[in-house]
């Protein structure tokens, strides 16, 4: 489950970003203000973060100063919460390294769609750090899988749907689902990302990067 970090000085307007996103399976959490919230980034390492401009204590530009500064926090996906007719103070933060905003108040769509395009981008982004080895499933072995679950995750991890894994492996697309639902218990993630990403790490060590068909 994906977290995601806001940070706004509005009650109601925290309490609802809270409430969107819990509802559709993500894990908020939220501080008041620009301190609390770069405390509690260094404390949780969300996955995401979204940030007022204007606050108390810090305002939005200090607490995305300080994730930039931060080697553990600098590539976290950071989106501005900004009110209508604060163009310099976007621009601002856009300059300082901002993945995109949004003016209040937030559209539930608008959200979700900037929140899901952030996240196939920062999967997009480690699969090209990674430098993956699809040769072969073998090195999945050592994720506990076995080897018809581990070419499984290796055609998750390029992208492949579950109806397109059934055909390239002539199974049934609901075997397809079982075997996906064991990767997720046996590696301990919840999402076809963090799946992902788990298999790019394995297929980018150096024994995998060795590894060839035959």
């Known amino acids: 489950m994906k977290k995601i970090l806001v940070i ?24 008041a203000n620009g301190k609390e919230g770069l405390k509690r980034a260094r404390e949780e390492k969300p996955d995401l973060i979204l940030c007022d401009v204007m606050m108390p204590e810090m305002d939005g530009h200090g607490v995305l100063a300080g994730l930039r500064a931060d080697p553990d926090l600098v590539h976290i996906p950071f989106i501005f919460l900004t009110a209508k007719g604060e163009k310099m103070d976007v621009r601002s933060g856009m300059n300082l390294g901002a993945d995109d905003y949004l003016i209040k108040p937030v559209d539930k769509r608008d959200l979700l769609a900037a929140i899901e395009s952030r996240f196939e981008r920062a999967e997009q982004q480690a699969r090209q750090e990674f430098q993956p080895n699809f040769d ?8 506990g899988l076995t080897p018809r679950v581990a ?9 492949k749907t579950n ?34 990403l788990r298999a790019l790490e394995v297929l980018s060590s150096p024994n995998a990067r060795a590894t060839s068909r035959g």
């Open 8 to 31: 706004e000085d509005e009650p109601e307007m925290r309490r609802n970003l809270t409430t969107i996103l819990r509802l559709e399976k993500f894990s908020p959490t939220a501080a």
């Open 136 to 143: 072969s499933a073998e090195p999945l072995y050592s994720l």
């Open 151 to 159: 070419e499984v995750l290796l055609w998750i991890a390029q992208g």
């Open 163 to 196: 109806a397109d894994i059934g055909t390239i492996l002539g199974i049934s697309e609901s075997t397809v689902k079982k075997h996906v639902l064991e990767i997720f218990q046996k590696i301990g993630v919840e999402t076809r990302s963090a799946a992902t």
